[in-house]
Every structure is written in structure tokens, then in C-alpha cells.
């Protein structure tokens, strides 16, 4: 069986420079206009079928092999007595191809090298479509079908996106032929490029995740009240501030006659719709939009399978009078302030990437299970920040965790006891207390008298247990490491990984485990990046401040993606605690996108 006999047309995506600003040129620049909605159109028959099969588990090349084609049989211009490639099956792999938002070198390697999926479209295995044969299918034997299937695609890829699924995720680095190297015009004009593709991510997979509590048909709608929240953000202004600049946004040439609403929303209406939500809500709304983006990302990213996570509380400083402000708590020595808000956040880890997965408000607050813990104490438990946290990634982000990063505000037997039930490994550094010291103290010495080394198994820690009593007992094991380059001091860490220091070779094992730890230094630095993407404000009400800071959440996990596109993209994909797109950079591409789309 021979490729289709259609007139060949010249194609310029072999030209990976042209490949990567303009994504087909046969299309016509009406068709590429991103501004209309593709549902506007009605629902076509593809897309029919395909809501029928889209949830958040489904990829786009499981999907085309659900979908039927048989429809459109009738249109094919090639008689059944010449040689060509089936049709239904031309029908299916173009449309993977656009759902992928694919090069026609990607889609014919697809095939060539996935026999089961070029079989259930049904192709013969060893007579899959050329890339030449796919490019002709496109301009003669489906050139009356083509713009339906665009157009099926992209309804396919909005319904996916508003169902949390990964099909057409901007995120595929091997579907387009992007220009290779490292120079600064390739990074700029891909940075430009993925901005634009995350801002459309905002809109279709964190906003509605998103729902407030207001009156039936209200004058502004909650994408609105969103879109501005995600100015106050990328601009850094307080809510009044920043919808004087939204305004500016929206509307540029005002009519003086204009109703007072053409400005868009003001800044009380956003803060009244969002002082109407719980704490409980906006941190249920926030970690439904970070696990709806990882969803997206995760089959893009080079995650490990399974997890490792890094869960650190974050500190949101607090100025003025205390008075009966519950959630406001005492800051650490070390900070310059006395009072602050404490918010936990979990991080997914890789070799080369990390990734804002949730957030949980901690303090006093009445969605933690206070009655389980015995004592006198009723104030939150690290260990309930711990289970909240890796239930989340397990059962809602669907990921199965192996290794947990912590600082030390989790060393506590709560803790110890809830990992080793569920089956998770940790590393979290040991506070100097008294035994620890002691521990230090002991630690072996080489001939020279430096200290080595040292692991201590057995290491009994008593403590508060969910559901136990007040002096309940765990576990663990303590490894020192001596000073080093890295290391001023001696440093103590908790784990439970099977470690020893019996020979060279242990400790040498021993001290690789424990320095895994310092991929956290990254985390760290990073996590003062979330509050650079919060707007600014000195309100009081702790939902206007737990909003301002989840939101904040998820305009990074869109800096992070894009630093690590772009480096993927670049062919450059290493563990960077220094992002090659610095933060302010991305808030000024994506002010300049969100002004544009409005």
C-alpha cells in the first residue's frame, strides 16, 4: 500500500524557526484567532462523543482510538480501488495530531514507533503514513474535512482543560520542532510563546476550580473577579490600587457615557466575594486549581514515580495590634517581625524540577481535628498538617509518594508515626534539643579527632499521637554529618532509611541520602517567591489573607513551568536552584498578556 496520491504542497515546518512561531502555516490567520471561543460554534460530532469520555485520567491518544469516524466515510476522495492508507484511520491520527498540537515529523515517529496505538486506529503496524503522506492528507484527501477537525480539536481541548485532563496540554516539548540551543533570542522568543500558552492554561483550568458564594446574576462574573485577582498579583498592588490599573486593562479608551462598570469590578466587590468564603473553601478551591495544573503537566514532566515531596511552613508577616486575631501567631527568633501568619506548603520533586502541588492554612483554625489529640493543647498538630498534605497529592493529584523532605517544625512523633504507616520515607533535620546534643556530643571521631559520620538507630521520641495519648512513642533514626564545605556545623537529621555507619562505604551512602536533603535549598529560596506574586494588603481578615496567598500559589507553579519549558525546550534540563526566567521577568510577560487578553 502506497502513501495517498494527493498533490504535494510545500511545507515550511521543516524550518524549525518558522516551526516554532507559527504552528501549521496552511491554516489561514482567521482560523488561528485564539480570542474566539470554539464551543461558540456548536458542539461537533467528534466533540460529542468525545464528552462522553473525557475525565481527568484521559490522554488524547487513548481518546481517538474511543471515537468513531465512520461518518465521515462518505467524504473520502480517493475510490476504493486505488491504494491509500484507510481513511478513518487518517481521520483519527490527524486529529491526535492536532489535539497534541503536533509537527507532522511528530505524528508520523508516533505511529512508526507505537504499533498498539497505530493498530487501533487501524493501520497496519508496518505501513504506517509518511511524514510527506501526512502533509498531503492534510491539503488534498481532508482538505474538506481539515477545518472540522481543527475545530473538533479545540473543543475537545477546552473540554479537557474544564475537566482537568491532560489532553492538549501546552506542555509537550517533543510534539513541535522547536528550535534547539541556548541563545538569548531562542529563550526570549520562547518564553514569549509558553507565557502566552499558560495564560490561556489560567483561564481554563485554575479559574474554575474557583466558585464564589454571590447573589444569582451579578453585574461581573467570576472570571472577572479572577482575572483581577491575577492583576493585583502580577502587578503587586492592593485591591483598590489594582483595579484602577485592571481598568486601565479593560478599558483604555473609555466612552465618558460608558456605565461604571465597563471599568471592570472594583476592588471591594473582589474583597466582598472573597470575605464570603471560609478558610475551608479557599483552601479546598486552591489545591482543586495546583492538582488540576499538575494534572495537566505531570505526563510532560520528568516526575519520579513515585513521588518525592517537600512540605515547609511559610511565614506571611503580620504588623500592628494582636488583639483576638487567633489565626495571627508568634514568628521565630529569627525573623524580624513578632507576629505572622502561618501557611504549610507541599512541593513535588524531581531531578530537574519542583512544583507547588498545595497549601494549607495552620494555626488555630476549626477545620483541624482538634478533639483527636490528647492534652491540654488544642492548637494545630504538624502531623495533621502532614496527613492533609500527602492525602492530598496521593488522592487528589493521584500520585504515589515515596520520600518526604520537611523542616525541622515536623520533627514530632505525630509526624514519625503517620509516615511509617503509610509507607513513606523521610528526611527532616533534628532541633538541639538536650538528647540531640548529647547525640552530637558522641558522635565518632576519625584518628585525627574530627568528628564523622554518625548514625544512631533506635532513637525513642515521645510526644502527642492523633488519637493517642500525650506521651505516645516513636522511632527513628539520627544521622550526624560532620562540617564540611557545604557546612559550618555539625548537622542532625531524622530518617528512616536504612542507613549505617559501620564502614566507609555506609557513611558514604549515609551522607549521600542525607545531602538529598539540600535540594530543598531551592524550595526554600524559591517558597519567598510566592509572596512576590501576592497582592499587597493590610487587611486583617485572614480569608482576603489566605486567598491573596493561594492564589499567589498558583501564579508560580506558571513561573516554574515556564522556566522549566524553556529550559526543556533549549534541550538544557538540569536541577537549577536559579530559574532562568527570574520572576520579575515572568510577572512583566504575563502583565503584558493579561492587559492584551482583556
Same mark, same amino acid.
Given at each position: ?80 480501488? #486505488?491504494?491509500?492508507?484507510? =481513511? ?112 490561556? @492554561? ?8 474557583? @466558585? ?15 482575572? &483581577?485577582? !491575577? +492583576?493585583?498579583?502580577?502587578? *503587586? ?102 507576629? +505572622? ?15 507547588? !502541588? ?24 504538624? *502531623? ?12 487528589? +493529584?493521584?500520585?504515589?509518594? #515515596?520520600?518526604?523532605? !520537611? ?17 513513606? =520515607? ?23 579527632? /574530627? ?58 551512602? /549515609? ?14 529560596? /524559591? ?14 481578615? =485572614? ?32 536541577? #537549577? ?7 520579575? #521577568? =515572568?510577572?512583566?510577560? &504575563? ?8
Amino acid at each position: 500500500m502506497g502513501d495517498e496520491s494527493s498533490p504535494d504542497v510545500t511545507n515550511n515546518r521543516s524550518d524549525p524557526v518558522a516551526a516554532a512561531e507559527d504552528s501549521r502555516d496552511r491554516r489561514s490567520v482567521d482560523e488561528h484567532r485564539e480570542n474566539i471561543d470554539p464551543l461558540s460554534v456548536g458542539k461537533l460530532p467528534l466533540t460529542e462523543q468525545a464528552a462522553a469520555v473525557v475525565d481527568e485520567t484521559t490522554v488524547a491518544a487513548d481518546l481517538v482510538t474511543q471515537l468513531e469516524y465512520d461518518r465521515y466515510t462518505h467524504e473520502d476522495p480517493v475510490p476504493d480501488w #486505488r491504494p491509500a492508507k484507510p =481513511f478513518e484511520a487518517m481521520i483519527g491520527a490527524l486529529l491526535l495530531q492536532e489535539l497534541e498540537d503536533a509537527s507532522d515529523g511528530w505524528l508520523h515517529r508516533t505511529l512508526d514507533t507505537d504499533p498498539e496505538l497505530a493498530a487501533d486506529l487501524g493501520f497496519e503496524p508496518d505501513d504506517t503514513p509518511s511524514r510527506s503522506a501526512i502533509s498531503r492528507t492534510w491539503s488534498g484527501r481532508l482538505s474538506e474535512l481539515s477545518s472540522r477537525i481543527e475545530t473538533s480539536a479545540r473543543q475537545i481541548r477546552q473540554l479537557a482543560a474544564e475537566r482537568g485532563s491532560p489532553i492538549g496540554a501546552p506542555y509537550e516539548p517533543s510534539a513541535s520542532e522547536e528550535p534547539t540551543g541556548s541563545s538569548k533570542r531562542t529563550v526570549n522568543r520562547l518564553l514569549r510563546r509558553k507565557t502566552r500558552d499558560l495564560l490561556d @492554561e489560567l483561564r481554563t483550568v485554575v479559574f474554575p476550580a474557583f @466558585e464564589f458564594d454571590r447573589p444569582d446574576d451579578p453585574i461581573y462574573e467570576d472570571e472577572e473577579l479572577l482575572m &483581577l485577582e !491575577a +492583576c493585583l498579583g502580577v502587578t *503587586g498592588t492592593a485591591a483598590n490600587g489594582g483595579a484602577e490599573t485592571y481598568g486601565d486593562f479593560v478599558n483604555p479608551d473609555p466612552d465618558l457615557d460608558d456605565p461604571f462598570y465597563e471599568d471592570g469590578p472594583s476592588g471591594e466587590t473582589l474583597l466582598e466575594a472573597i470575605k464570603d468564603l471560609s478558610p475551608t473553601d479557599i483552601a479546598e478551591m486552591v489545591n482543586r486549581g495546583a492538582a488540576r495544573v499538575l494534572t495537566r503537566a505531570k505526563p510532560r514532566l520528568e516526575f519520579e514515580t513515585p513521588l518525592m515531596l517537600s512540605i515547609d511552613i511559610t511565614y506571611v508577616a503580620f504588623y500592628g495590634e494582636r488583639e483576638e486575631l487567633v489565626r495571627v501567631q508568634g514568628a521565630p527568633e529569627d525573623k524580624s517581625y513578632d507576629w +505572622c501568619y502561618k501557611f504549610a506548603t507541599v512541593n513535588v520533586v524531581a531531578d530537574n524540577v519542583h512544583f507547588a !502541588a498545595g497549601m494549607l492554612p495552620v494555626g488555630h483554625a476549626d477545620y483541624h481535628d482538634h478533639d483527636a489529640y490528647p492534652g491540654e493543647d488544642k492548637s494545630y498538630r504538624v *502531623g495533621d498538617v502532614v496527613r492533609r498534605l500527602v492525602d492530598h497529592v496521593s488522592d487528589v +493529584c493521584r500520585v504515589r509518594v #515515596r520520600r518526604l523532605y !520537611a523542616d525541622r517544625e515536623f520533627y514530632a512523633t505525630d509526624v514519625f508515626s503517620t509516615l511509617e504507616q503509610r509507607g513513606i =520515607f523521610y528526611v527532616i533535620p533534628a532541633p538541639r534539643d538536650d538528647r540531640v546534643t548529647r547525640f552530637i556530643a558522641r558522635m565518632n571521631e576519625d584518628v585525627d579527632g /574530627a568528628k564523622q559520620v554518625t548514625v544512631k538507630h533506635d532513637h525513642t521520641v515521645y510526644g502527642p499521637v492523633k488519637h493517642g495519648v500525650t506521651n505516645e512513642s516513636a522511632e527513628t533514626t539520627l544521622v550526624g554529618l560532620p562540617p564540611d564545605e557545604g557546612r559550618e556545623t555539625v548537622q542532625v537529621f531524622a530518617t528512616n532509611l536504612d542507613v549505617d555507619d559501620e564502614i566507609g562505604l555506609d557513611r558514604r551512602w /549515609a551522607t549521600k541520602q542525607m545531602n538529598r536533603y539540600s535540594r530543598r535549598g531551592g524550595i526554600e529560596t /524559591a517558597y519567598s517567591k510566592i509572596k512576590e506574586f501576592a497582592p499587597w494588603t493590610t487587611s486583617t481578615n =485572614f480569608s482576603i489573607r489566605l486567598f491573596h496567598f493561594g492564589f499567589a500559589v498558583l501564579l508560580y507553579d506558571l513561573w516554574l513551568l515556564v522556566d522549566f519549558l524553556v529550559q526543556t525546550l533549549i534541550d538544557v534540563v538540569e536541577f #537549577r536552584t536559579k530559574p532562568r526566567v527570574t520572576a520579575a #521577568r =515572568f510577572r512583566a510577560f &504575563l502583565r503584558r498578556e493579561v492587559s492584551a487578553s482583556l
